[in-house]
Nanobody, 125 residues
């Protein structure tokens, strides 16, 4: 069992930056691929970025070049650095984990077994 707790959300102006953190407990993150998803009001949850234990990274087209996912396995923490934020980035952001041996596209929401409670990010125009 992996427990994930996100933090770092808040209110920021267009063009600003935020860094989200996701701390895991129960298991070491060395064995898990980690991802961030987000859900805007009235929309389905969508993939943002993922990073495997071998540091393979994939980002969605919506955030490519602006967001960076990183992980600190020693701290059992994954981060999402968000730069050049836009109002359309407003959403609840979720951290997710799946075993590293799980074979599926990284953007497949159902492939992730563990989820955090989410943290709200609001970008004002």
């Amino acid at each position: 069992q992996v427990l994930l707790v996100e933090s770092g959300g808040g209110l920021v102006q267009t063009g600003g930056s935020l860094r989200l953190s996701c701390v895991a407990s129960g298991r070491t993150l060395n064995d898990y691929s980690m991802a961030w998803f987000r859900q805007a009001p009235g929309k389905e949850r969508e993939f943002v970025a993922a990073r495997s234990p071998t540091e393979y990274e994939i980002d969605s087209d919506a955030v490519k070049g602006r967001f960076i996912i990183s992980r600190d396995n020693a701290k059992n923490t994954v981060y999402l650095q968000m730069n050049s934020l836009k109002p359309e980035d407003t959403a609840v952001y979720y951290c997710a984990a799946r075993p590293q041996y799980y074979i599926a596209p990284y953007d497949r929401e159902r492939s992730y077994a563990y989820w955090g409670q989410g943290t709200q990010v609001t970008v004002s125009s």
